[in-house]
């Protein structure tokens, strides 16, 4: 007898029944080790990055597999919010799926569409080939697949923020989440997260969800804007990625040892010269 199997609980699922915001953090290496490492910290959320970082199927399922063990939640983003490729992360058995770049109520739809079984969507059919289902192993999996899965969108430009109301309003988004960087990118604020007006349209969004009823993320790296967007209402903040921990963790290491061992050997030339 085969095993019958059970999903664990998405994201949506989690927000809905935790009595604190949840934490999370980017891996964005596309290293399966460093899933598991981020999957073990304590954290709640572990998004696993193929917009921005050098990531494909083969090392999106290597991932999964190795938080899998973990008391963790992997949320994926995809590079776009293409069908087909959305089919496919489904397929590798993604539950917590982070569409980029939704600008309006139509493109929300559009997701939704991509990530439902026919009649109410178009999600191609290939459960007894695929993850998603445990090869069929998951009882009933056809007619439940929608409830195995959460989608949450990406509010990022100053188009999405004018339309974020309509946004969250989408039957069948979980969730939202913020990206100050595009956002102030969008506003002509480049690199100015923590200008007053990403500030507003980032409070904006977050408003707009909770008066819907669904959760709001945000991402921040700067503790104090985490505080900041959590005081406010958000229900899951990322805090921080493998790739940035690692690049600041090295840097100080060479600020550190390096630095040090120029003004000690600065000192010994010094004491040097003083001897003879």
Same mark, same amino acid.
Not at 53 to 77: C, D, F, W
């Given at each position: 007898?085969?095993?019958?199997?059970?999903?664990?609980?998405?994201?949506? #699922?989690?927000?809905?029944?935790?009595?604190?915001?949840?934490? &999370?953090?980017?891996?964005? !290496?596309? !290293? $399966?080790?460093? *899933?598991?490492?981020?999957?073990?910290?304590?954290? #709640?959320?572990?998004?696993?990055?193929?917009?921005?970082?050098?990531? @494909?199927?083969?090392?999106?399922?290597?991932?999964?597999?190795?938080?899998?063990?973990?008391?963790?939640?992997?949320?994926?983003?995809?590079?776009?919010?293409?069908?087909?490729?959305?089919?496919?992360?489904?397929?590798? &058995?993604?539950?917590?799926?982070?569409?980029?770049?939704?600008?309006? $109520?139509?493109?929300?739809?559009?997701?939704?569409?991509?990530?439902?079984?026919?009649?109410? &969507?178009?999600?191609?059919?290939?459960? /007894?080939?695929?993850?998603?289902?445990?090869?069929?192993?998951?009882?009933?999996?056809?007619?439940?697949?929608?409830?195995?899965?959460?989608?949450?969108?990406?509010?990022?430009?100053? !188009? /999405?923020?004018?339309?974020?109301?309509?946004?969250?309003?989408?039957?069948?988004?979980?969730?939202?989440?913020?990206?100050?960087?595009?956002?102030? *990118?969008?506003?002509?604020?480049? @690199?100015?997260?923590?200008?007053?007006?990403?500030?507003?349209?980032?409070?904006?969004?977050?408003?707009? $969800?909770?008066?819907?009823?669904?959760?709001?993320?945000?991402?921040?790296? #700067?503790? *104090?804007?985490?505080?900041?967007?959590? /005081?406010?209402?958000?229900?899951?903040?990322?805090?921080?990625? #493998?790739?940035?921990?690692?690049?600041?963790?090295?840097?100080?290491?060479?600020?550190?040892?390096?630095?040090? *061992? !120029?003004?000690?050997?600065?000192?010994?030339?010094?004491?040097?010269?003083?001897?003879?």
């Amino acid at each position: 007898m085969p095993v019958r199997m059970t999903l664990p609980p998405t994201l949506a #699922d989690r927000l809905a029944t935790s009595d604190r915001p949840l934490v &999370g953090m980017w891996v964005c !290496s596309g !290293s $399966a080790l460093n *899933a598991e490492i981020a999957a073990g910290s304590g954290l #709640d959320v572990v998004l696993i990055d193929a917009e921005h970082s050098p990531n @494909g199927p083969e090392s999106i399922i290597a991932q999964l597999h190795a938080v899998a063990a973990y008391p963790v939640v992997p949320l994926v983003r995809p590079p776009f919010g293409d069908t087909v490729v959305i089919k496919q992360y489904l397929d590798l &058995g993604v539950q917590n799926l982070l569409v980029p770049m939704v600008d309006s $109520a139509e493109q929300a739809t559009e997701v939704v569409r991509a990530v439902r079984y026919p009649p109410l &969507g178009v999600r191609g059919v290939g459960s /007894a080939l695929a993850r998603s289902s445990r090869w069929n192993r998951v009882p009933g999996y056809l007619a439940d697949a929608s409830s195995t899965i959460s989608l949450f969108v990406q509010v990022e430009s100053q !188009s /999405a923020v004018e339309h974020v109301a309509e946004i969250v309003a989408v039957d069948g988004v979980d969730g939202i989440l913020v990206g100050p960087a595009d956002l102030a *990118a969008s506003m002509g604020h480049l @690199g100015g997260q923590g200008h007053p007006e990403v500030v507003d349209g980032v409070l904006r969004s977050i408003r707009a $969800a909770v008066a819907a009823g669904k959760p709001c993320g945000v991402n921040a790296f #700067d503790p *104090a804007a985490a505080d900041r967007y959590l /005081a406010a209402g958000a229900a899951f903040v990322l805090v921080g990625a #493998d790739v940035s921990l690692l690049a600041r963790a090295s840097e100080a290491l060479a600020a550190r040892f390096i630095a040090d *061992a !120029s003004v000690a050997s600065d000192a010994s030339t010094d004491a040097q010269r003083a001897s003879y």
